[in-house]
């Protein structure tokens, strides 16, 4: 999770008054659905980490939505298991009119 950052001093005291701001500076950002002041955020990925990554499809993904996914799985991450969600026909379930 990304979220602004507050501007704290960065001193002997940082870690301290980090933990004592935070919580409530997320919160409220949260609350006001202010976010970070980027576009993205770039994060490295080992190939160790994308070999052994394991998808769980949302209970109620379709199947249009599962071969998006195994389609982008066999381009970026060919060794990643795909598993369905245990919930899968559990959640929102629809009844007859």
């Known amino acids: 999770m990304i979220f602004p950052a507050p501007k ?10 980090l933990s004592e701001v935070l919580p409530s500076f997320v919160l409220t950002n ?8 980027m576009d993205y955020f770039d994060v490295r ?3 160790f ?7 769980t499809m949302g209970p109620t993904s379709t199947r249009q939505d599962e071969q ?3 389609d982008i ?4 991450a060919p060794l990643a298991n795909l598993k369905q969600s245990e919930f899968a026909g559990e959640i929102r379930k629809h009844k007859p009119n």
Do not use: C, K, W
């Open 8 to 17: 704290i001093p960065r001193n002997q005291n940082y870690f301290r008054t």
């Open 45 to 47: 990925i080992s190939q």
């Open 68 to 70: 998006q996914v195994v």
């Open 73 to 76: 799985l066999e381009t970026h």
């Open 30 to 37: 949260f609350l006001n659905g202010t976010g970070p002041q």
């Open 49 to 55: 980490a994308l070999d052994h990554m394991v998808v």
